[in-house]
């Protein structure tokens, strides 16, 4: 049995080690959200946070994350189903076309942006390029996470004053 | 795309055509009662063929085509809720089921007779292609015709046939005249005596009615939905969330997952497979041969391609186990050559006198070009799950063709098609790969054998990029003439490999004597339609030639174009833009380079101007300007989309894109070594729309042809250097 956090729930699988993280929250948890590209950590759209870095779940055997926090793009918004500020910025853009690669664009685009609040291109480009979108919405993914990140700001700066206050 | 071939539209024509057309069709009649059997849900009212109403009058419109990200549902939905006077903010969207009822006869009948007929024929001409795309299986999304076939003359002629039953309707039951009813917002207004009612109010009075063929549509200027920059894609926020179903998503009780392995020699078969190692491994379910590919089914996916890869596979020898690429581009250029010695060549377009013309030109260029096999490369890989039980045979997909796959299903296992039940998902990405029909095959074989158990077949990418239906490789000769003048005068063009649409190798400039002809010059490798399929190559041979007639001329690229585009007004203008747009006239920083093409693809017109920066240690494709005319945009961002995407797809195609062969089998085998362009190689793109008020154009494919020579012509200007053969290698 391996013990994991995936989205807030700690999960016991009774599941080979060897198993990537992908299969194992796709098949046993039945979260489809993330998704399989290449197997190969080579597209990035089975794209997860580790303890709230983000990683190519198709190559990392389940037995590595025991003990360990997951969010996948199910876990990412609010409990109150409120989408998280990346979420909202992929629809005010209007981003996603098949929207096969998105939920590992999007969770890459909130890590970066725990990261790096307020990204430069260099910046964006460094986190964003081990995701593939064959639509090749790449412009609108970076207008999305500039949009997000000035909300991010925005929301730092109001938590900011609150604790101030 | 399957059976979808300009032989069997053609064909198709050629039986209806005429007079017989009006001799053989049956008038398809009320068929709303018919397809209410299909489609309507309790409590919904089905009011024609595509319009549902429901009881807190949400209006649910039923879409034949898929959503594969080319945003068709949303566009669809607002042509028929623009005619119908809807409450946009409560239209949602349901894909037709795979049935002969629901086939997309308008392609059919825009491939075949696209006038406008007299609106006494129109309802015989709508079932003559009814009864054709019935028996082609024909229920397509490509050809970039979802908005501009089924939009036009379904979806719109739909929503405003039933907002007039709707109307008649009320005026009946309210005894007024139906002149004065009015309506907005889902809701119909008697303003004389203040009378109000939702549409679902008088839903089932107006299924009743049959309703007009040509009923009175509006005005742009009248439009409140079509047209709106605004309007967000429907199928949005669930791709958000990660709720989006696709095909991959599907998840059945009882549910084994397979995997396979293709003979890696298209056309080879499973001599023998030694499984003894696999089939004691408690996760492993089956091994099965089918044929030409060893299937493996287990619980989950990651043992099947476990157990897969311990298999011993013996494939059959074939006569092509020894062909490389190589030797492919060099039997095209012997099949070229040897098409002329013989005289066995087939004329595609020919004007005037070209050996008068090249007899008589001081100047003559030639050039050769070339462009290599491509794979789709959709991010979802192939995927299927089927189940078979009690005679029954059900699939769940993501496919551009879900009647096909039905039709399909029942003819190859012998089963009744009304015992073949096709649930199309989302696709993540299409581009032609999935109007091909040859997975869901796989899968239903593989639950025909496991009767009861529902199976879940999934690629690995390394079985979607080798055994894809491949954009083909082509070699094209070109030789321009000019006369005494420097005016061009002859443009002859040869290549081998014709397929679909026609008109993608005929050039809009005005040449006076042209000749364009081909050769056939078979290969083993599958052929597939690959987003704007013949577009895709012709696009970059002519508008690379012409460059370099311009050159030859002394002119630069956009003016030379200019002063052969004299016949084609639309087409100045949307160069004209783009040129504009990229300040052509402006100069770059040295070793940076600005090039154009233009080219006409869907009924679409798409100008882009490039700007390259060669100072680095590698080529940058900093900018892309996109002019594009499609008459109307219906969604402008997502037609703006559309364009961005098409621009990307092939400029990953003319920086990176390369299938090679290698003893007869596919070389590359994922994203490491069949590239994708990635955040950091992504150009700035531009797009403005053009609308001209002419006949409507595609979205989907028009972005892709130009944007390989606007690169190679930047190039050019930027180095001096000519690229003749994609993928770009400087």
Not at chain 2, 242 to 270: H, N, S
């Amino acid at each position: 049995m391996i013990e994991l956090t995936i989205n807030g729930e700690l999960v016991s699988l009774d599941i080979e080690p060897d198993t990537p993280l992908l299969w194992a929250v796709r098949e046993q948890m039945n979260l489809t959200g993330s998704k399989f590209g290449c197997g190969v950590a080579q597209c990035g759209a089975c794209t997860m946070h580790l303890d709230g870095r983000p990683i190519r779940s198709c190559v990392m055997p389940i037995a590595s994350a025991a003990g360990r926090s997951i969010t996948t793009i199910e876990g990412l918004g609010g409990h109150n189903g409120e989408l998280h500020a990346v979420q909202k910025a992929w629809i005010e853009q209007q981003v996603p076309q098949c929207g096969y690669c998105q939920s590992g664009q999007i969770m890459s685009a909130a890590a970066l942006l725990q990261e790096t609040p307020a990204p430069s291109d260099a910046e964006i480009d460094a986190a964003m390029s081990g995701n593939i979108c064959r639509c090749g919405m790449y412009g609108r993914i970076k207008k999305a996470i500039k949009s997000a990140s000035d909300a991010s700001t925005d929301d730092v700066m109001l938590d900011n004053a609150e604790q101030g206050g | 795309m399957g059976k979808w071939t300009r032989r069997a539209f053609l064909l198709g024509g050629a039986l209806s055509g005429g007079g017989l057309v009006l001799a053989v069709a049956v008038r398809p009649g009320h068929r709303t009662p018919r397809l209410a059997k299909l489609v309507q849900g309790e409590n919904e009212v089905l009011v024609n063929a595509w319009v549902k109403l429901l009881p807190n009058n949400e209006i649910k419109v039923i879409v034949p085509h898929v959503e594969m990200g080319q945003g068709a549902h949303t566009a669809m939905a607002m042509m028929l809720a623009e005619e119908l006077d809807a409450d946009w903010s409560k239209v949602s969207v349901e894909e037709a089921p795979a049935h002969e009822e629901y086939a997309t006869y308008d392609i059919a009948r825009d491939f075949v007779y696209p006038a406008q007929v007299p609106g006494f024929v129109d309802d015989t001409i709508k079932g003559a292609f009814l009864e054709i795309s019935q028996i082609m299986d024909l229920q397509i999304t490509g050809g970039s015709y979802s908005v501009r076939a089924t939009g036009v003359r379904s979806m719109r002629v739909a929503g405003a046939a039933v907002r007039e039953l709707l109307i008649n309707a009320a005026a009946d039951v309210w005894g007024v005249a139906a002149s004065e009813v009015r309506t907005e917002d889902s809701f119909l207004f008697h303003d004389g005596s203040g009378k109000k009612a939702a549409y679902i109010e008088f839903a089932q009075q107006a299924a009743k009615e049959k309703g007009s063929n040509t009923p009175t549509l509006k005005s742009e200027s009248e439009f409140k939905i079509m047209g709106r920059r605004d309007i967000q894609r429907l199928d949005i926020p669930a791709k958000v969330t990660g709720e989006a179903q696709f095909g991959i998503d599907v998840a059945l009780p009882g549910m084994k997952v397979a995997t396979v392995r293709a003979a890696p020699v298209f056309g080879a078969t499973v001599e023998s497979v030694d499984s003894q190692a696999v089939q004691k491994l408690d996760a492993v379910h089956r091994v099965l041969n089918l044929g030409d590919a060893v299937a493996v089914v287990a619980e989950g996916y990651w043992q099947a391609k476990k157990a897969l890869a311990q298999l011993e596979i013996v494939f059959s020898k074939t006569d092509n186990d020894s062909l490389s690429s190589v030797e492919i581009t060099q039997g095209f250029k012997q099949d070229l050559d040897k098409a002329v010695e013989d005289g066995q060549e087939i004329e595609d377009f020919s004007e005037g006198d070209v050996s008068l013309a090249f007899g008589a030109s001081t100047k003559i260029i030639e050039a050769e070009y070339s462009v290599p096999f491509l794979a789709h490369a959709t991010m979802e890989p192939m995927n299927c799950t089927a189940l078979f039980r009690d005679g029954l045979l059900e699939v769940w997909t993501g496919t551009q063709n879900p009647l096909g796959v039905r039709n399909s299903l029942a003819k190859e296992f012998s089963i009744d098609a009304n015992n073949v039940i096709v649930n199309n998902q989302y696709l993540g990405g299409g581009f032609g790969r999935r109007a091909d029909i040859d997975y869901s095959l796989q899968a239903a074989k593989i639950a025909i054998e496991l009767p009861d158990t529902p199976i879940k077949l999934i690629w690995s990418r390394e079985e979607d990029t080798q055994h894809d239906h491949y954009r083909q490789a082509m070699v094209s000769r070109f030789k321009g003439g000019f006369d005494s003048n420097g005016a061009v005068v002859a443009w002859d063009n040869q290549f081998h490999e014709k397929h679909e649409p026609v008109e993608a190798p005929y050039i809009p400039y005005d040449i006076p004597n042209q000749s364009i002809h081909y050769t056939n010059s078979a290969t083993h490798v599958p052929f597939g339609p690959w987003r704007s399929v013949d577009h895709s190559v012709h696009a970059f041979f002519t508008e690379s030639f012409i460059d370099e007639l311009a050159h030859a001329a002394g002119e630069d690229g956009y003016h030379f174009r200019r002063g052969l585009l004299g016949r084609e007004k639309r087409m100045i203008s949307v160069l004209d833009t783009a040129a504009k747009m990229a300040n052509w006239n402006e100069a770059l920083p040295a070793g940076w380079g600005r090039g154009i093409a233009i080219h006409r693809s869907f009924n679409t017109i798409v100008a882009q101007v490039v700007e390259v920066n060669m100072t680095g240690s590698s080529l940058r494709v900093e900018k892309v300007f996109c002019a594009a005319d499609a008459g109307y945009a219906v969604s402008p961002d997502g037609f703006k989309a559309q364009m961005e995407s098409g621009i990307v797809f092939g400029l990953t195609a003319a920086l990176f894109g390369e299938i090679t062969i290698k003893s007869g089998a596919v070389v590359q085998s994922n994203f490491h070594d069949y590239p994708m362009i990635r955040m950091k190689d992504s150009p700035l793109i531009e797009v403005e729309i053009i609308n001209s008020g002419e006949a409507l154009g595609g979205g989907g494919e028009p972005g892709t042809p130009p944007i390989a020579p606007a690169v190679t012509n930047a190039i050019f200007a930027a180095s001096g250097t000519r690229v003749r053969a994609l993928p770009i290698k400087i």
